[in-house]
Each structure stands twice: as structure tokens, then as C-alpha cells.
């Protein structure tokens, strides 16, 4: 069975009734239909047409050429699509074109061939639909794109800008850390032998120790918190190595525990006092043996930093005492709402720990600081 053209079927259905499906299918096409001479002169518009584009007489139009409603920049795309249908195609295209009375509107049009019975192209049909809602909503989103690609670009610059200058920043920072350093060095020498050369001394040592702290908290100046394990474990190693002190590791987990770097450099700060005293007090003369051990239960972080010395001397009170080390610790630790404790460690000498909420959240503190609340009290090294 041979298969039925259906346009055929149609035109087969329609017989003698063609004028009158015609006028219907102009009559209900919510485009406006055009219907072209093939020297591009307008002949027919439907009512429809007539409403959309704002026009009230068609002897408006009537016999003017088509490109002639349209903008100048659209007239090449005309003229392409009424050549293609003098040739027997079929295309299409988007272009703004006004109404007669000057509204915007924006177009998509279809320009096709009309055959007479022997197959000649005797006319051109251009069916013309109004999407201006459509492209006012596209160019709506793409403006709105732009200026989103324009702020994220603006940030960028901001953002690489602002990197920059904390590098730069770090630098100066690095630069007048090792400036003031050598200088009590320099002073310390002066007075080599007394008291004063001693106190130099360990002033020198101490801001060398603020600027390694300094040092790991920087390595990425731009970052706005910073892995709390692998900070402690470089900064410990590097103590260690620079303070003489023998340093075992016991990091529990691998979590990462992002850390803000305030925090970070409080931490850091403790440990560097802690580490400095268990060689200080605890390895006269010999290499102390320090161990470390970091968890983080939860949000929250315990420290703790024991040596092989010979202990915390009788009735020892961190809170009594006038050296900087132990007020260092207590103060820090306070600020973030945490305990410090002491005691003695199964290796035989002094046990410190810290405990402490890591970044306390805002209003929640009062609960959670609960035991920690209590500040200087004594540990047992399996506690
Ligand atoms: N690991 C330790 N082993 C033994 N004793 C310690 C230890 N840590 C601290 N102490 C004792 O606690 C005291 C107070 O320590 P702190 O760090 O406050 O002062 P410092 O180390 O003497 O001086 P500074 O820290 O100001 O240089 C020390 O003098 C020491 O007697
Ligand atoms: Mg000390």
C-alpha cells in the first residue's frame, strides 16, 4: 500500500471549500501573515498582523516594499529570506521591529515560497511571531549574567589583590620578627654573664618562637582556617628540632579539624610555652623527651604535653608562679573558655593540658564551658 501525502489528503478534503479554509487559517493565526509580491512588495496582511503591528489602514503598507517597515540593520536578513523563497526555501530569522506606532517588538519570522499550480513561486508567505516577552526575559537573564560575571571578576581581583598584600604583609611581619631578634641577641651579648644578658636571652628565644607559630600560620596567608593536626604536628617537629627536645607524636585521628587561625596561634602559642619549659625545666643538661598527644572529641580539642623530667616542683600553683610561661597558658586558654591543667606524667616528669572548644559558637558556650569552666586544677597522666 502506497503511503498518502497527507498535505494531498488535505488538499483532497478541501475541495472547493479552499477559499474559505483559507480566510480561516488567516483569520486564526495569532502571527501577523504577510502575504509578498516577489519583488518584495507587500499585497496582504491579516487582521491579526494588522493588531500586532499597531497599524489601523493597511493602505498604510499597501505596496510597499517589506523591508521598508524594517529597521535598516534587519534588511539584509530580509532580503537573504525572500531570495531563499524565490529559490523555493524555506527560512526563518529573529529581528526587532517596531509597530507602526513605535512599540518594540521583537520577531521571529518564517519566509516561505507560495507555488502556483505549475510549481513556479508566485508569491512569498512571511509569518511573523511576536516573542518579545521571551526576548526581553533572555536578554533580562543574560544582562543579569553579565553583571554577575562582572561581580565574581570584580571579586577575583579583590580576592588576588588582598592575597597579595598578606603576603606582602607576612613578609614585612617574617622581616621585623628576625630584625628584633637579632637585636636582644645583640644585647644579650652585651651583657653575657649577668642577669640582664639571660633575660635578653630568653626574650630572643621567645620571639623566635612567636615567629615560627607565625611561620606555620601564614603558609597559605589568604586561608581563613587551616588543618589543626598538621599545624600542631609541623610546628611541634620544628620546636623540637630547634629547642633540642626529643618529640613523640601522638595525633589521634586524621581528621583534618579545621581550626580559624586566632585560634590557631593561641594554640600554638601554648604549645610553644609548654614545649619550651619541658626542655627549659625538664632537660637540664640532657635531651628532654616530650610527648604530645592532640584529640578532638566532638568540637572539642584536648592537648597535652608531658616529659621525662624530674616534675612540677612541691605545691607548684601555674597560677602562683611569675614567669610568662604559665600566664601565657592560663591566659589563652581563658580566652577560649577552656581548662588548664597540670600534674605528673607516667614518663616522670610535669604533664600540661589544655581543654577547650574548638571556635565556641555564639551563644552556645555557657553549656558546653560547663566543667572546662573550672581553670587549674590537677590531671593525673592517665586522666
Ligand atoms: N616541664 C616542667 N618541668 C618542671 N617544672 C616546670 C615545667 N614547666 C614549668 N615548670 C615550673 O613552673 C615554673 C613556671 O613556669 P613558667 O613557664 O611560667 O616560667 P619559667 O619557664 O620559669 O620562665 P619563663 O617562661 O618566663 O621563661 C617554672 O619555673 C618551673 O619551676
Ligand atoms: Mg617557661
Not at 610546628?235 to 585560634?263: H, S, T
Amino acid at each position: 500500500m502506497t503511503a498518502v501525502d497527507p498535505n494531498l489528503h488535505a488538499l483532497d478534503l478541501l475541495a472547493g471549500v479552499e477559499t474559505g479554509f483559507a480566510l480561516s487559517v488567516l483569520d486564526s493565526s495569532p502571527d501577523c501573515i504577510k502575504l509578498i509580491e516577489v519583488d518584495g512588495r507587500v499585497s496582504f496582511m491579516n487582521s491579526n498582523g494588522m493588531c500586532a503591528m499597531e497599524i489601523a489602514d493597511f493602505g498604510m503598507i499597501e505596496d510597499r516594499p517589506w523591508p521598508a517597515l524594517w529597521p535598516a540593520e534587519s534588511h539584509r536578513l530580509l532580503d537573504d529570506a525572500m531570495a531563499a523563497a524565490r529559490d523555493g526555501r524555506v527560512s526563518t530569522f529573529e529581528a526587532f521591529c517596531p509597530t507602526a506606532r513605535g512599540t518594540p517588538r521583537w520577531w521571529h519570522v518564517t519566509v516561505s515560497p507560495v507555488r502556483g499550480p505549475r510549481g513556479h513561486v508566485e508569491r512569498i508567505l512571511a509569518s511573523s511571531r511576536d516573542i518579545t516577552d521571551s526576548v526581553t526575559a533572555r536578554k533580562l537573564l543574560e544582562e543579569q549574567a553579565r553583571a554577575l560575571a562582572q561581580e565574581v571578576a570584580l571579586k577575583d581581583a579583590a580576592l588576588a589583590r588582598q592575597k597579595v598584600l598578606l603576603g606582602e604583609i607576612d613578609h614585612r611581619v617574617k622581616n621585623s620578627f628576625a630584625s628584633v631578634i637579632a637585636l636582644l641577641r645583640m644585647q644579650s651579648r652585651v651583657h653575657s654573664g649577668g642577669e640582664a644578658g639571660a633575660l635578653l636571652g630568653d626574650a630572643a628565644n621567645r620571639i623566635a618562637t612567636l615567629a615560627r607559630v607565625h611561620d606555620q600560620l601564614h603558609l597559605d596567608p589568604g586561608a581563613d582556617e587551616l588543618p589543626l593536626m598538621d599545624y600542631v604536628r609541623v610546628l611541634a617537629m620544628d620546636l623540637g628540632q630547634a629547642l633540642n627536645g626529643r618529640i613523640e607524636l601522638d595525633l589521634n585521628g586524621d581528621r583534618p579539624v579545621p581550626v580559624k587561625p586566632a585560634q590557631a596561634a593561641a594554640i600554638g602559642q601554648i604549645l610553644a610555652e609548654l614545649i619550651g619549659n619541658a626542655v627549659k625545666h625538664g632537660g637540664a643538661n640532657r635531651q628532654a623527651m616530650i610527648r604530645i598527644r592532640l584529640d578532638c572529641p566532638d568540637d572539642r580539642l584536648r592537648l597535652t604535653v608531658e616529659d621525662d623530667g624530674p616534675g612540677l616542683p612541691e605545691g607548684f600553683d601555674a597560677a602562683q608562679g611569675t614567669g610568662l610561661g604559665m600566664q601565657i597558658c592560663q591566659v589563652y586558654t581563658a580566652q577560649m573558655d577552656g581548662l588548664f591543667r597540670h600534674g605528673r606524667s607516667d614518663l616522670g616528669g610535669a604533664l600540661f593540658r589544655v581543654e577547650l572548644r574548638l571556635d565556641p559558637v555564639e551563644g552556645d558556650t555557657a553549656r558546653d564551658v560547663g566543667e572546662l569552666g573550672r581553670r587549674g586544677t590537677s590531671v593525673r597522666a592517665g586522666d
